[in-house]
């Protein structure tokens, strides 16, 4: 791909009011200091493919000290990439320093990024991005898109495209291959051959990226409303068990459990789409999910637990050990998973059975109404009626409309 030493600026092809107006007011105030500044990645890509952002952030010439004295409610964050959260209102905005690419080593040899506060030029901000869609900027002020990568090409023709080699983009920061896949499946998107061979190849690298940083992008993944085609493709591109490697592991031994695994977020996929936003918690209660219950049999137990109230968080302690999660992140993931068994008589494998009962406690928690989700998601996914989730759920609304 030629670069172009000049941006191509083009007419903004959307109203005005899709824009954020207490953002487009830092911007303002910004520029009117004599800071070169634009809206930059996602909410670029976001409005010029109809979607209406989230966030807007910003990148600008100013250095983080000097947006810090332009804005008296601000404060800069982070370490490996100094930011500014500039406040209005209720609203945290964005602001970035305009980056350049770290200096390459002598050879051929690719440095991974490990350091990523060297300034540059809003054209060095552009190209040292990921895939052209999110290197355009955006300037409301003069009305136009600021397009140094030919990424609006990109979005007319809904592509995936590597701003540069795409084997170097890669090897430089190996998440974005897990980047390569939210943004297929988020918005559908397809990459270029060259794109999904150099994933291919630079997959083993992951491993060597910090655990966390990967297990939080696993974590955007499953808000993109197709989890389950996302697992198809880090199983395609051989990542799964780079990522998520004991969960990888049950995969492996075969039989049906793929297609179940996908059945369940096939329904977790379809909550997300009509406006469910679930918690990490859920999320990994969801992923975790047939593997746990089958740990549940005592008889084909393959995890060192004292019993089956135990087996969730024993599953999730190796994850926890690799990617240190939030407590509170497991804490609500495998309470709704303890909640399953008590409620769903299918998972009753004590030799002695008895009707379940939940505690009036339980149902008052605040993970009660995701793990009644999280049964819904499962009758359905395994053909069963819904009757379950009926009873439950009008329980609940009974311990809600009782007196204190």
């Known amino acids: ?20 107006r207490r953002a487009v007011d830092v911007l303002k105030r910004l520029q009117e200091a004599g800071h070169e500044t634009y809206f930059v990645g996602g909410c670029v890509r976001d409005l010029l493919l109809g979607r209406q952002p989230k966030d807007f952030d910003l990148a600008t010439s100013a250095s983080p000290n000097q947006v810090r004295r332009l804005f008296r409610r601000s404060r800069i964050i982070g370490r490996r990439f100094k930011l500014v959260h500039v406040y209005a209102g209720r609203q945290v905005y964005e602001v970035a320093t305009f980056r350049s690419a770290p200096e390459e080593a002598i050879g051929e040899e690719v440095q991974v990024i490990r350091d990523d506060n060297t300034f540059g030029t809003a054209r060095e901000d552009a190209l040292r991005r990921d895939f052209r869609v999110n290197g355009l900027f955006l300037d409301p ?7 140094w990568v030919d990424g609006l090409a990109d979005i007319r023709n809904r592509r995936l495209s ?28 397809e990459p270029g051959e060259a794109e999904v061979a150099a994933a291919q190849e630079v997959a083993p690298l992951l491993v060597e990226s910090a655990p966390p940083r990967v297990v939080e992008e696993v974590f955007r993944l499953a808000l993109t409303g197709d989890l389950a085609g996302v697992l198809e493709d880090l199983t395609a ?14 995969l492996e031994r075969g039989g049906d459990r793929f297609d179940l695994l996908v059945a369940r977020v096939e329904r977790l996929d379809e909550w997300i789409r009509d406006g469910g936003e679930p918690s990490y918690g859920l999320r990994l209660a969801m992923l975790y999910g047939p593997f746990v219950e089958e740990e549940l049999r005592p008889e084909g137990r393959t995890v060192q637990a004292r019993d089956g109230a135990s087996v969730p968080s024993v599953v999730f302690s190796a994850l926890q050990r690799r990617a240190r999660l939030p407590r509170a992140v497991l804490n609500r993931a495998t309470r709704i998973l303890q909640a399953q068994a008590r409620m769903d008589p299918a998972l009753d494998f ?30 359905e996914a395994d053909g069963r009626e819904l009757d379950l989730y009926d009873e439950w759920h009008e329980r609940a609304l009974f311990m809600e409309d009782r007196p204190g």
């Open 1 to 20: 791909m030629e670069i172009e030493q000049a941006p191509r600026r083009t007419p903004m092809p959307f109203s005005r009011r899709k824009l954020d």
């Open 141 to 147: 002020v003069a009305s136009e898109i600021v397009d």
């Open 162 to 189: 590597a701003i540069g080699d795409p084997l170097r983009r890669f090897q430089e920061d190996p998440v974005r291959i897990l980047r390569l896949v939210k943004f297929m499946r988020r918005l559908g998107l």
């Open 237 to 250: 591109l051989e990542v799964l068990h780079l990522v998520l490697p004991d969960l990888a592991g049950w």
């Open 350 to 379: 004590r030799k002695r059975r008895r009707r379940r009962s939940a505690p009036d406690w339980m149902l008052q928690q605040d993970f009660f109404a995701e793990a009644l989700e999280c049964l819904r998601c499962r009758l």
